[in-house]
């Protein structure tokens, strides 16, 4: 068995040009689909950045009464969920809010928003808000401005507002009375997500605590980012058990679309790869079948020297075996450096969209290839290769 082996891999090198040929073909084609799955990977991290680092954060904790109306009067005590998290060691941060809604309300107009009372230092480590506000257009509560109010580009455009504009806001506090107060815009930020920009603005927890009638260790929502993403199911867990009367929910079960994001991406990803191979080993099955036919003489020769038939077809699957990997390794690595090249420019795709249109997701794309699409690259190609090589050697042996 050891001289097949042998055999088939010094045949690769015989015919040079033949075999040169070949690689190229399924070096090129791996490179194609390696480097299309790791555009769509790195659109997938975009969306999970999007909603994960400025929206949902890794995991929440409410109230068990506390619900998408915001109850100002459903509230926690910061002191015991604190010394809770400080118990459990793969929590890194943890940002305590107060969430109500608002009615914001200027000269020209109102608009209905969810409140979101945050500490800078917190939010900061656990959102990346604060990253999405220009140089011109105000701060994250680090100016002198007295009640701050943080909202949309979005929002300012229908309140017809500017940094330092005043805002009447108007809320609900747990006895059911209405409080006004008037806010100054403070700063101006701007997500990739329309809905969450439409209705999403934050101000400091001390500003809008005197306001809600209740006590001032009363949190609504505790935001939480863990050491390692992967530990998020197993931090609920533990958080669950630890807080009974609390509601602990995860990323994918508080915008439950990226998790179906999640499991389809991996679904498409693979049929994708599937499809794509199987049209390239279609389009090399000539190619195959001629550099195989051309070679009667040679299987001739080597059947009267008493190489049986079979051998001979285990010695043309090994060849084009060998001449896979060393393709696939080739096609790997022109996509690894491309990924490595523009993992850190990226790669804007806005040309695509609308220049206005925002979908949840940044137009800039920073590829990147992990170890499932290796596997199943490794395990395709090879595979279908030998799939397409079977009817040359069968004609062969004939």
């Given at each position: 068995?050891?001289?097949?082996?042998?055999?088939a891999f010094r045949n690769i090198f015989r015919k040079k040009?033949?075999?040169?040929?070949?690689?190229?073909?399924?070096?090129?084609?791996?490179?194609?689909?390696?480097?299309?799955?790791?555009?769509?990977?790195?659109?997938?991290?975009?969306?999970?950045?999007?909603?994960?680092?400025?929206?949902?954060?890794?995991?929440?904790?409410?109230?068990?009464?506390?619900?998408?109306?915001?109850?100002?009067?459903?509230?926690?005590?910061?002191?015991?969920?604190?010394?809770?998290?400080?118990?459990?060691?793969?929590?890194?941060?943890?940002?305590?809010?107060?969430?109500?809604?608002?009615?914001?309300?200027?000269?020209?107009?109102?608009?209905?928003?969810?409140?979101?009372?945050?500490?800078?230092?917190?939010?900061?480590?656990?959102?990346?808000?604060?990253?999405?506000?220009?140089?011109?257009?105000?701060?994250?509560?680090?100016?002198?401005?007295?009640?701050?109010?943080?909202?949309?580009?979005?929002?300012?455009?229908?309140?017809?507002?500017?940094?330092?504009?005043?805002?009447?806001?108007?809320?609900?506090?747990?006895?059911?009375?209405?409080?006004?107060?008037?806010?100054?815009?403070?700063?101006?930020?701007?997500?990739?997500?329309?809905?969450?920009?439409?209705?999403?603005?934050?101000?400091?927890?001390?500003?809008?605590?005197?306001?809600?009638?209740?006590?001032?260790?009363?949190?609504?929502?505790?935001?939480?980012?863990?050491?390692?993403?992967?530990?998020?199911?197993?931090?609920?867990?533990?958080?669950?058990?630890?807080?009974?009367?609390?509601?602990i929910k995860k990323w994918d079960e508080l915008y439950p679309?990226?998790?179906?994001?999640?499991?389809?991406?991996?679904?498409?990803?693979?049929?994708?790869?599937?499809?794509?191979?199987?049209?390239?080993?279609?389009?090399?099955?000539?190619?195959?079948?001629?550099?195989?036919?051309?070679?009667?003489?040679?299987?001739?020769m080597l059947n009267k020297v008493g190489m049986a038939g079979?051998?001979?077809?285990?010695?043309?699957?090994?060849?084009?075996?060998?001449?896979?990997?060393?393709?696939?390794?080739?096609?790997?690595?022109?996509?690894?450096?491309?990924?490595?090249?523009?993992?850190?420019?990226?790669?804007?795709?806005?040309?695509?969209?609308?220049?206005?249109?925002?979908?949840?997701?940044?137009?800039?794309?920073?590829?990147?290839?992990?170890?499932?699409?290796?596997?199943?690259?490794?395990?395709?190609?090879?595979?279908?290769?030998?799939?397409?090589?079977?009817?040359?050697?069968?004609?062969?042996?004939?």
């Amino acid at each position: 068995m050891k001289i097949i082996y042998k055999m088939a891999f010094r045949n690769i090198f015989r015919k040079k040009g033949r075999s040169g040929l070949i690689i190229i073909i399924i070096a090129l084609g791996v490179f194609a689909a390696s480097f299309g799955v790791s555009l769509s990977n790195g659109w997938s991290e975009s969306v999970y950045r999007e909603h994960i680092d400025m929206q949902t954060s890794q995991l929440q904790i409410h109230a068990n009464k506390f619900s998408d109306a915001n109850e100002v009067a459903e509230f926690m005590d910061k002191s015991v969920v604190q010394e809770t998290l400080s118990a459990v060691d793969e929590v890194v941060y943890a940002s305590y809010r107060l969430k109500t809604n608002a009615l914001l309300s200027t000269a020209y107009t109102s608009v209905g928003l969810i409140l979101i009372g945050v500490d800078r230092d917190e939010e900061i480590k656990v959102s990346s808000i604060h990253s999405t506000i220009g140089s011109d257009d105000g701060n994250f509560f680090e100016s002198d401005i007295v009640r701050p109010i943080v909202i949309s580009k979005s929002s300012a455009e229908r309140l017809n507002a500017g940094i330092n504009s005043k805002i009447i806001l108007s809320l609900q506090d747990s006895s059911g009375e209405i409080q006004r107060t008037m806010f100054r815009v403070g700063g101006l930020y701007q997500t990739n997500s329309t809905r969450f920009d439409n209705t999403t603005a934050f101000v400091k927890k001390s500003d809008l605590i005197p306001y809600l009638n209740i006590p001032e260790e009363a949190i609504h929502e505790v935001a939480i980012v863990v050491k390692d993403f992967r530990q998020c199911d197993e931090v609920k867990h533990k958080l669950s058990q630890l807080l009974p009367r609390h509601d602990i929910k995860k990323w994918d079960e508080l915008y439950p679309l990226l998790h179906l994001i999640n499991a389809w991406h991996g679904i498409a990803t693979f049929l994708f790869l599937l499809l794509f191979f199987i049209a390239l080993g279609v389009s090399t099955t000539n190619f195959m079948m001629m550099s195989v036919l051309e070679r009667k003489g040679e299987f001739r020769m080597l059947n009267k020297v008493g190489m049986a038939g079979n051998r001979i077809g285990l010695m043309i699957i090994m060849e084009t075996l060998f001449t896979t990997l060393i393709a696939i390794s080739i096609g790997l690595l022109l996509c690894v450096l491309a990924a490595e090249t523009f993992s850190k420019s990226g790669i804007d795709i806005k040309f695509l969209f609308d220049n206005n249109s925002r979908h949840g997701y940044s137009t800039v794309i920073y590829p990147t290839i992990n170890n499932r699409d290796f596997v199943h690259i490794f395990v395709l190609v090879p595979a279908i290769s030998i799939i397409a090589t079977l009817s040359p050697i069968k004609k062969v042996l004939k």
